[in-house]
């Protein structure tokens, strides 16, 4: 068994306004919830180095819990790298896990989008997991752009930490849980959630970790 960990960023600023996609900060709560993300994976990968397999008869040196942190993977923007900034290790910032791109709706929150472009709006609702915003993406894209990610994914075999997107995790989360893909645009993932994945021979186990921040 392997530890998948998957986390939104911390609150950002437009989670605050309820603006859509950009490249926000963190707010001072996200911040807390960086802090708050690095002890949580310290204190699994202390838990997990302790159970890893050694044998001083071969001349191992016992696992350190440096040398079993997790591979940290972020999109490119701002909010998810700020959230991993605590952990001791080096990132891979993937563009294939950017936010979905919400096109000409970028910037806007759903209240004006309803009001300046009801029938995007509309047609959005009608069928989220294909609309394809105007100048932007659609579920079905964004599936289709983290499949290089799933497949590097599968290749690991020490755990992983993906902070990233509602979207993007929707999608990973939708992959590893066996959810059908037209359900996906409706999970619900919480800010300030690490979803623990034990990948087993049939599937996967999930846990959630709310922190309080
Ligand atoms: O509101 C946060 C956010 O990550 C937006 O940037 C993004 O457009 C949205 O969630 C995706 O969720 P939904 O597909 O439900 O609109």
Redesign the pocket.
Known sequence: PRAIYLS?HGESE??VT?????DPNLTPRGRRYAHALNAFIMAETKQYAASQPWSEDDGDAPPTVEGALPLVWTSQLRRTRQTVAHIPTINMCWRALN??D?GV??GLT?ASVAESMPDVAAA?KAD?LRYRYPGGES?VDVLTRLEPVILELERQRGPVLIVA???VI?GIYAYLMNKTQAGC??IDIPLHTVFKLTTRAYGAEEQRFPLDV
């Not at 309820?18 to 950009?22: A, I, P």
């Open positions: 939104r437009w989670n309820g603006q859509l996609g950009g936010e979905i919400a709706c970028e759903y959005r989220k579920y997107h509602n979207a929707r645009p409706s």
